[in-house]
C-alpha cells in the first residue's frame, strides 16, 4: 500500500501522560497535514508543514501539541499531559505541488484518554 | 474566516432516486471546492474537486459563486453511494488547509 499510513491506528491512555503518534505520507509529497475529528464533526485542521517547516498552526493546537517534520518526510505528533476532551481520531495527509490542493488522507490514530 | 455547513446530518434516499447533498460555504476570496467521501470502515478520499469539472461515480457538482454553494449531485443513487460525505473548502493562493463541513451520512435504500 503506498498510501498514507499512520502508526498506530488506536491508543489507549490515561490522563496526564504523553503520547505521540506517527505519520508517513505519500513519497514525494511535500506537505503534509494533521487534522483531528471528533463525533458528529468533520475534520479540523490542526497544522501543516511544506518539507521541514511547519507553517501553519491553528488555535486548535494548545501548548500541550507539538509537531515535527525533521527530514521532510514523516511526521510525529505529541500529545503532553493528555486530558479527556484530547480524545479524538488524529488524521493525517499529505499532498504535492503539482497535485494542487488535493489532500490524500490517512486511516487515523484513534486516541481515547481514560 | 472559512466556513462550510451542510445542513443535512442524514439523508436517505431509494435506490435509483435522485440524490443532491447540500454544501454551502463562507469566504472571501475564491475558494476551491472539494467533496470528500467516507465509505464504511474505510479512510477520507476525494471523490471529486470544482476546478476539474468532472463526473466520479455519477456524482457531479457545480460551483455557484452567487449562492455560495457547491451541492453534489447524482440522477440515479445506488446502494453502493451509501457513505458520509464531507464538502471541503480551501482558501485562495498559499492557503492550503482545508475547512470541512460537519458531513452528511447517506443511506441508499434497495
Known amino acids: 500500500d503506498t498510501g498514507v499510513s499512520q502508526d498506530p491506528r488506536h491508543k489507549i491512555t490515561k490522563r496526564g501522560q504523553n503520547v505521540t503518534f506517527r505519520c508517513d505520507p505519500i513519497?514525494?509529497?511535500?506537505?503534509l497535514y494533521w487534522y483531528r475529528q471528533t463525533l458528529g464533526q468533520g475534520p479540523e485542521f490542526l497544522t501543516y508543514?511544506?518539507?521541514?517547516?511547519?507553517?501553519?498552526k491553528s488555535r486548535l493546537l494548545s501548548d500541550r501539541f507539538s509537531a515535527e517534520r525533521p527530514k521532510g518526510s514523516f511526521s510525529t505528533l505529541e500529545i503532553q499531559r493528555t486530558e479527556q476532551g484530547d480524545s479524538a481520531m488524529y488524521l493525517c495527509?499529505?499532498?504535492?505541488?503539482?497535485?494542487?490542493?488535493?489532500?490524500?488522507f490517512g486511516p487515523g490514530t484513534r486516541l481515547l484518554v481514560l | 474566516a472559512q466556513r462550510v455547513t451542510q445542513p443535512e446530518k442524514l439523508l436517505s434516499v431509494f435506490k435509483g432516486a435522485p440524490v443532491e447533498l447540500k454544501c454551502n460555504y463562507s469566504?472571501?476570496?475564491?475558494?476551491?471546492l472539494f467533496w470528500y467521501v467516507q465509505y464504511s470502515r474505510q479512510r477520507l478520499q476525494l471523490l471529486l474537486r470544482?476546478?476539474s469539472r468532472e463526473s466520479i461515480k455519477g456524482f457531479t457538482a457545480d460551483l455557484n459563486k452567487g449562492e455560495t454553494s457547491f451541492h453534489l449531485k447524482k440522477p440515479f443513487a445506488q446502494e453502493e453511494d451509501s457513505a458520509m460525505y464531507y464538502c471541503?473548502?480551501?482558501?485562495?493562493?498559499?492557503?492550503?488547509?482545508?475547512?470541512f463541513g460537519k458531513g452528511t451520512l447517506l443511506t441508499v435504500n434497495p
Open positions: 495527509a499529505s499532498s504535492f505541488t503539482a497535485g494542487g490542493k488535493t489532500q490524500y
Open positions: 513519497s514525494e509529497h511535500n506537505r
Open positions: 508543514f511544506q518539507n521541514e517547516a511547519q507553517l501553519e
Open positions: 469566504y472571501s476570496g475564491s475558494p476551491e
Open positions: 470544482h476546478i
Open positions: 471541503a473548502l480551501s482558501g485562495g493562493g498559499s492557503n492550503y488547509k482545508l475547512t
